[in-house]
């Protein structure tokens, strides 16, 4: 699963994904279209690494982050 190789860089391990939402999203980049697949994910991991995951944090992921793609929040799970 793509998501795998971005959570090791992220400083995540133990990941329940699941996705919420999915659609193409084709635009104009100088001469030339762009298309790129939008999902939104949900789920559960446990932070390994949180230098790594404040660098994935202000800087965003993916290749979609020109188009303000590739945010994401975190908040702590309440037992």
């Known amino acids: 699963m793509p998501i795998r190789c971005q959570s090791e860089r992220l400083g995540l391990i133990q990941m329940h994904v699941g996705t919420t ?6 635009t104009q980049k100088k001469n030339s279209q762009l298309t790129l ?4 994910f949900h789920g559960t991991a446990v932070i390994d690494d949180p230098q ?17 793609l ?10």
């Not at 939402?21 to 084709?26: A, E, H, L, P």
């Not at 790594?52 to 303000?68: D, F, K, N, T, V």
């Not at 590739?70 to 037992?79: H, K, T, Y």
């Open 21 to 26: 939402s999915s659609q193409k999203v084709v």
């Open 37 to 40: 697949c939008v999902v939104q």
């Open 52 to 68: 790594s995951l404040e660098i994935g944090i202000r800087s965003g992921i993916g290749h979609g982050r020109m188009l303000g």
């Open 70 to 79: 590739g945010l994401f929040s975190i908040a702590p799970i309440v037992s």
